[in-house]
Each structure stands twice: as structure tokens, then as C-alpha cells.
């Protein structure tokens, strides 16, 4: 699920171009199109990647509406935390960070059933803290 706006479209393109369909929606403009759209993918089977935190922050608090269509799906939830060794930040909101050529790269992965979006939010924290950890950045 990818947000129209500017950043979201360079999102969106790259996700395209490795073959995947794109949700898309916006959390102002039609929130509810993307949620029965991704509730409709994943009871067909698909999987669905949702970045829980946008499109304006605050930088890794779950969403609230994030965290009901992950509970009222009841699927498996899958976490992930990436770092990199070396990258650029981005001047946004969230300060999304881009790797730069030849950088370390660590990513964790953890399923996990949170029973709030707080609980969900700590988990994002933790993995995200770990990543940085491991690599010593």
C-alpha cells in the first residue's frame, strides 16, 4: 500500500518495477479504498506490504487503522528492520534513508502478534534498533 504523494510515487515506481502490484491510497483522500483493496488481497492469498508508519509520521508509531486491518485480517504479521553501514538521509519526516554503493546491509525479520499498535510500534523500534546494533552503525 503506497501513498500517491510525491515520495510514495518514487516508492511505488520501484515496487512496480520488481513486479508487484501497488496499492494505492491515501490516508486523506480515500482511506477506505485501500483498505478494503488490501483486505481484499489478503483474503485472496496475496501478501501485503504496508509501511505502518506513514504517510506523515511520527517516524515508526503503527497506525491505528494499520494495526485493525492487520488484526481483523488474521494473517501472519511479519516485521522487518533494515540498517545500512553507510547511507544518505533523506530530508523528510520520517528520514528515510537510502544505502550508499557498497554499504553493509542488515535486515531482520520477526513474526509477531501485537496485541496494540503500542506493542506494534515497540517491536518496529526494537528491530530497527537491533539492525543498527548489529552492524555497529
Known sequence: MVSPSGDGQLIGEVVRRKGLEVIWSSQYKSPLRGVVEAMRALRGGWNVAITPDGPRGPKLHFKRGTFEL???????????????????????????????????????VEEAYPSSPEEASEILKDLDDRAFHYLDV
Open 70 to 108: 492487520m488484526r481483523r485480517a488474521n494473517v501472519r504479521t511479519v516485521f522487518v528492520g533494515v540498517a545500512f553501514s553507510s547511507s544518505y538521509h533523506l530530508p523528510s519526516w520520517d528520514e528515510m534513508r537510502v544505502p550508499m554503493p557498497f554499504s553493509a546491509i542488515a535486515v531482520l
